[in-house]
């Protein structure tokens, strides 16, 4: 059974920052692209970052690029989204996804359609 657990949400203050980590089991967390989305209650989806399964390749959306960073510990099977420069804009609820196909490399494989299992969120407010 395929879980992913998501924690270090909170909050923080404009300008600081957080790191949130996703523990995966019931595969084999090497062969699959990893990726971060967001989601605000009654706001669309908002995909943050990817990275392939051998963590060589990371990709970014334009709100967080040069700000979070995204890595993967295949030892762990941890997936970290490391949140830097933290703005009030990034208040939302954080999930990580696993990309349904082995050894996906590319934008492609980040499309929401691409996502076969979720975490349970973890909640990010940034406020002064």
């Known amino acids: 059974q395929v879980q992913l657990e998501e924690s270090g949400g909170g909050s923080a203050q404009p300008g600081g920052s957080l790191t949130l980590s996703c523990a995966a089991s019931g595969f084999t967390f090497s062969n699959y692209a990893m990726a971060w989305v967001r989601r605000f209650p009654e706001k669309d989806l908002e995909w943050v970052s990817g990275i392939s399964s051998d963590g060589r390749l990371t990709y970014y959306g334009d709100s967080v690029k040069g700000r979070f960073t995204v890595s993967g510990d295949n030892v762990k099977n941890i997936l970290y989204l490391q949140m830097d420069n933290l703005k009030p804009e990034d208040t939302y609820v954080y999930y990580c996804?696993?990309?349904?196909?082995?050894?996906?490399?590319?934008?492609?494989?980040?499309?929401?359609?691409?996502?076969?299992?979720w975490g349970q969120g973890t909640e990010v407010t940034v406020s002064s």
């Open positions: 996804a696993k990309v349904r196909r082995e050894h996906c490399y590319g934008g492609d494989c980040f499309q929401v359609s691409m996502y076969d299992e």
